[in-house]
């Protein structure tokens, strides 16, 4: 799996947008964006995931770049309740392959 | 569904003993995870299982863990013996091998003293 290169923390402030960055340059042709977060105490939650396209669900949109070598993650109206820390993982869509998490963003968002 | 069921939820041990952790993946899923959480190290992932059968345990630390899966809706990670080392938070997780999303368990905080 690419390896990938995210800040070690972020500040947002309520109702705001937050924008988090991921790098992953050597990412290889098959391999897909994934980001999880984990909330204090609990245990990691999927998010969303994509290969190229920017993608969209109830929690977040995925903005890739074109050449692939690095993403956004947006939460368009950031509240309290997701201040955690975010995983941004590369990894190959083929079933069962394994899911490696690096050390993330701790996003903070303040009232 | 209740989700991924870990239990316990907290265990206490002193040095020396051995640790059984119990997870009862989500119904129907057919991939199951177990992964290691420290300060230090992070989220490690420590074996993950297809079908009940051992896929990757090369993120076992050493031959004190053993992880086994009987069947579909069971798994057990061991520690023996155990470590003041191997207090950490451990976390069970499991997916439909066609599926994107992986679900975490609530996590077992094991303490070694």
């Known amino acids: 799996d690419a390896k990938t290169t995210q800040p070690p923390s972020m500040d947002c402030a309520e109702g705001r947008a937050a924008n988090l960055p991921c790098n992953h340059s050597?990412?290889?042709?098959?391999?897909?964006v994934y980001w999880y977060r984990q909330i204090h105490s609990q245990g990691p939650q999927y998010i969303i995931h994509?290969?190229?396209n920017n993608e969209t669900n109830e929690m977040a949109s995925l903005i890739i770049t074109e050449d692939r070598k690095s993403s956004t993650l947006i939460l368009p109206h950031a509240t309290l309740r997701d201040t955690a820390v975010y995983y941004c993982?590369?990894?190959?869509?083929?079933?069962?392959?394994?899911?490696?998490f690096g050390e993330g963003t701790q996003l903070t968002v303040n009232p | 569904d209740a989700g991924v069921i870990q239990s316990p939820r907290h265990e206490v041990t002193e040095m020396g003993q051995e640790v059984t952790l119990r997870c009862k993946p989500i119904?129907?899923?057919?991939?199951l995870f177990w992964y290691r959480q420290t300060m230090m190290r992070g989220l490690e992932l420590l074996i993950y299982?297809?079908?009940?059968?051992?896929?990757?345990d090369s993120g076992m630390p050493e031959d004190r863990f053993s992880a086994k899966m009987p069947n579909a809706s069971f798994s057990t990670l061991k520690i023996q013996p155990s470590e003041p080392r191997d207090s950490a938070v451990y976390f069970c997780?499991?997916?439909?091998?066609?599926?994107?999303?992986?679900?975490f368990g609530q996590g077992t905080r094991l303490t070694v003293v």
């Open positions: 994509g290969l190229k």
């Open positions: 299982f297809n079908n009940n059968v051992p896929i990757d």
């Open positions: 050597t990412i290889s042709g098959n391999e897909y």
């Open positions: 997780a499991s997916k439909d091998l066609g599926s994107t999303e992986a679900f």
């Open positions: 119904s129907g899923h057919n991939s």
């Open positions: 993982i590369v990894r190959v869509q083929t079933s069962g392959s394994r899911l490696t």
